[in-house]
């Protein structure tokens, strides 16, 4: 079987596994020929793609990691609350992961929108288990560990779908109803006494960052609990993979590789090295292309295939890519995996109205790196996320111009120094440039700083220092 995203499925293609609704139950059974008027439907309904079974990838065999039913029970319990069911559903996943001993994390989301959240508990949950087990957690704790991920998100059943599955920037009420969602589920479970306190604490802390700056009481990596960390990491994690109304899924490797680079700001170090050893970079199933031009389906990606995985090729032959004449064949993900786009993110900001803060936008080609400068800014500032100086460009000529640019300096077709140049011209120095760049050699610095910007912050930096920065030369521009 293979992955096909719904916006590459056609009619006659044959479904390979189930798609199911909400509320757990069959939407649409396994072997059904799609129709277009399925392909539509799952479409509005939110869905991301589906497995199909073809002559290809007959021999790509690609398993749940838990049984159906019990992802229908743990459904079931969390959209009811109960609490003792949910504890049950935790110890059954203990048993289902322990028993195979290898999960397979393969299985691409197959949720819609207002599955979100009871799915996700569940994926975290899966998450939890495998990082536990990496860890060499014992039996008990691996099942504090499910229980508490199953429990993380109760609070979120309150808030209205209108927030939860807003495809527009929050307001900030509605910014400030969503981060209480951790106390609340706190609330839930505190007088349970049958669940530890360890179990309450990493609910009730589940969006804490090592570096202090998460919520609500903004703890540090040596206030946290193991329980905490690993929640943390296993949360971020699936919700970068998940369709959201105002998102795209990241793929597994784009998930990893913004994981890796919040190690010390957000995630803890040996947490994410668990991680990486247990997930799939590039699930089986899923399309890939590489850099001679040919494009293929992965086919097996277990140990030290997880980098370098064996790829099914549209003739039918499989090319591995460990071998030692295909080393200099580069992995990439077939399909463009810019999620934010400057014509979304301006009409969320049209939508919205008026906005007092303070409009900045971030270029890099590197979507990891927006999207942490986004995690660290989004509750100050009205962000705006690109991924060349074209891009920027084009917009400084057909709107107004923002109060900031944070600018990289290492990008393909223009880097940022001549992005800058433009820039200045163009605004007529009306906007201030802070370089923000993993390049930190004195030649780059001075090349950049010769231009007049405002600044140069070198990664790795601290949260607290490039938001200091930036407010420095907001103060002083005002």
């Known amino acids: ?10 009619p006659g293609m044959q479904l390979a596994t189930e798609i199911f609704d909400s509320k757990g139950r069959t939407l649409v059974g ?14 509005e309904y939110g869905y991301a793609g589906v497995y199909i079974r073809d002559e290809l990838t007959e021999d790509i065999d690609i398993e749940s990691a838990i049984s159906p039913g019990l992802r229908t029970k743990g459904l079931e319990c ?7 069911g949910c504890m049950d559903v935790a110890k059954s996943i203990v048993e289902e992961i322990l028993s195979k001993g290898k999960i397979s994390l393969d299985m691409m989301d197959l949720r819609n929108f207002d599955d979100y959240t009871y799915g996700h508990s569940l994926n975290v949950a899966i998450i939890c288990g495998v990082i536990g087990m990496g860890m060499g957690l014992g039996e008990k704790e691996i099942g504090q560990l499910v229980t508490a991920a199953l429990l993380h998100d109760l609070g979120k059943l309150s808030i209205p779908p209108t927030i939860l599955n807003k495809p527009d920037r929050l307001t900030r009420e509605e910014y400030k109803r969503m981060k209480e969602h951790p106390v609340v589920s706190y609330e839930l479970i505190k007088d ?7 179990i309450k604490v990493a609910v009730l802390f589940h969006h804490e960052n090592v570096d202090g700056t998460g919520y609500p009481n903004g703890i540090s990596g040596e206030e946290q609990t193991l329980f ?4 943390h990491v296993a949360d971020v994690y699936d919700a970068l993979l998940s369709k959201r109304p105002y998102k795209e899924p990241y793929a597994p490797c784009e998930a990893i590789e913004y994981m890796m680079g919040g190690c010390g700001i957000l995630f803890d170090q040996e947490i994410v090295d668990v991680l990486v050893k247990s997930v799939p970079l590039y699930p089986k199933g899923t399309g890939i292309s590489l850099s001679d031009g040919r494009e293929g389906i992965v086919k097996e990606n277990s140990g030290e295939h997880n980098l370098r995985p064996i790829v099914r090729l549209a003739d039918g032959s499989d090319l591995d890519l460990l071998d030692r004449e295909n080393l200099s064949v580069v992995v990439s993900i077939a399909e463009d995996s810019v999620k934010m786009t400057l014509e979304k993110e301006e009409a969320r900001r049209k939508m919205m109205g008026k906005d007092e803060r303070p409009h900045i936008i971030a270029v890099d080609d590197m979507k990891s790196n927006l999207q942490a400068l986004y995690d660290i800014l989004k509750g100050d500032y009205t962000l705006t996320l690109m991924t060349s100086g074209k891009q920027l460009l084009k ?9 900031m640019v944070l600018l990289d300096v290492d990008m393909p077709d223009m880097n940022g120094i001549e992005t800058a140049e433009r820039t200045l011209k163009l605004t007529e120095r009306k906007v201030p440039i802070l370089f923000v760049s993993a390049l930190r050699d004195a030649q780059t610095v001075l090349a950049c700083r010769s231009l ?5 912050v070198g990664r790795p930096y601290k949260p607290i220092y490039i938001r200091s920065e930036i407010q420095r030369i907001l103060n002083r521009w005002e």
Do not use: C, F, H, W
Not at 395 to 403: A, Q, S
């Open 228 to 231: 905490t960390k690993i929640l």
């Open 1 to 10: 079987m293979r992955y096909v995203p719904l916006q590459e499925a056609q």
């Open 395 to 403: 917009y400084l000529k057909e709107n107004p111009y923002p109060d």
């Open 452 to 456: 007049g910007v405002e600044g140069y």
């Open 192 to 198: 349970r006494i049958d669940l530890s306190a360890t």
């Open 30 to 43: 396994t072997d059904i020929v799609l129709s277009a008027n399925y392909i539509e439907k799952l479409m």
């Open 78 to 84: 969390l959209r009811s609350m109960n609490i003792d």
